[in-house]
């Protein structure tokens, strides 16, 4: 997984995979290959693709919701959080080569 533009190049020019129409930023290493995926549909459409792959179980009892929900955020602020960390590091990197 990671961003487009931090990958060799290979995706540069890759669309998104689930709308088919926008330039894809970001992207998940799967099994079979890389799945790629816009802002937009990342925003608007994965989340309905986790509700979707969550049993029934979870779906039946609000608690087990609203404890996956936890879950998905604890993910969500610590990937965000390392990216910020690794684009600082970067652009004190290329000052530091200036
Ligand atoms: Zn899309």
Redesign the pocket.
């Known amino acids: 997984m990671g961003t487009i533009e931090r990958e060799d190049g290979l995706l540069k020019d890759e669309k998104?995979h689930?709308?088919g129409?926008?330039k894809a930023t970001g992207y998940w290493a799967g099994d079979t290959g890389a799945f790629c995926?816009?802002q937009?549909?990342a925003i608007e459409?994965l989340p309905i693709l986790i509700v979707d792959s969550l049993n029934y179980y979870y779906l039946k009892d609000l608690t087990r919701l609203d404890n996956v929900l936890t879950q998905i955020k604890e993910v969500f602020w610590k990937t965000a959080f390392t990216r910020v960390m690794v684009n600082a590091r970067e652009k004190d990197k290329e000052k530091g080569e200036r």
């Open positions: 998104c689930i709308c129409e926008i995926v816009c937009r549909c459409t």
